[in-house]
T-cell receptor
Framework: NAGVTQTPKFQVLKTGQSMTLQCAQD?????MSWYRQDPGMGLRLIHY???????DQGEVPNGYNVSRSTTEDFPLRLLSAAPSQTSVYFC?????????????FGQGTRLTVV | SQKIEQNSEALNIQEGKTATLTCNYT??????LQWYRQDPGRGPVFLLL?????KEKRKERLKVTFDTTLKQSLFHITASQPADSATYLC????????????FGTGTQLKVEL
């Protein structure tokens, strides 16, 4: 049972490049989310999804897009990378509203934008 | 605005003692509060969840209290061990469901021999 898998683990981008951070879960969870973690800031919610075909913005959505075409996958797209997007990105998943709401996190993607 | 505060200073304690970490929040009426452990270079790992109608929750050497009047949660690790050294995060759900979490910045705990 792999849990939440994120790829890549590390990435360096040049300003203006685009890329997709991949996230997949094999627990049949309804809810999936993307967070970024910066020193002294804690984890901040970027986008989230409560089911396939449904996404919404979190606290810091600008510069990022998401889609949820399947229950398993929730990719995060950086449209035009900026140095301010240098961060560690975590994907998380959890069961739906009526069940246990603990979140399962991936190992993270460390992104550097130069 | 909604805010979660954890002691940003590292907590150093001696092995065998009880570690107590604090999480204070403002402008929230959370249905539940969660505690996570994070090791360097790893994602957070869930430890405990406590609901608004629960005063205390225990799991092995861990204990969490939740005081909605004080707007505070305390996280205790009894008989602490060096392996407990990590950063501990508290998290509240943002209103609207979907398990959208707002995290504190975390408290680093170091248990020394």
């Amino acid at each position: 049972n792999a849990g939440v898998t994120q790829t890549p683990k590390f990435q360096v981008l040049k300003t203006g490049q685009s890329m997709t951070l991949q996230c997949a879960q094999d627990m049949n969870h309804e809810y999936m989310s993307w967070y970024r973690q910066d020193p002294g800031m804690g984890l901040r919610l970027i986008h989230y999804s409560v089911g396939a075909g449904i996404t919404d913005q979190g606290e810091v959505p600008n510069g990022y897009n998401v889609s949820r075409s399947t229950t398993e996958d929730f990719p995060l797209r950086l449209l035009s990378a900026a140095p301010s997007q240098t961060s560690v990105y975590f994907c998380a998943s959890s069961y739906g509203e009526a069940l246990n709401t603990e979140a399962f996190f991936g190992q993270g993607t460390r992104l550097t934008v130069v | 605005s909604q805010k979660i505060e954890q002691n940003s200073e590292a907590l150093n304690i001696q092995e065998g003692k009880t570690a107590t970490l604090t999480c204070n929040y403002t402008n929230y009426s959370p249905a539940y509060l969660q505690w996570y452990r994070q090791d360097p270079g790893r994602g957070p790992v869930f430890l405990l969840l406590i609901r608004e109608n629960e005063k205390e929750k225990r799991k092995e050497r861990l204990k969490v209290t939740f005081d909605t009047t004080l707007k505070q949660s305390l996280f205790h690790i009894t008989a602490s061990q060096p392996a407990d050294s990590a950063t501990y995060l508290c998290a509240l759900e943002v209103t609207g469901g979907g398990n959208k979490l707002t995290f504190g910045t975390g408290t680093q705990l170091k248990v020394e021999l």
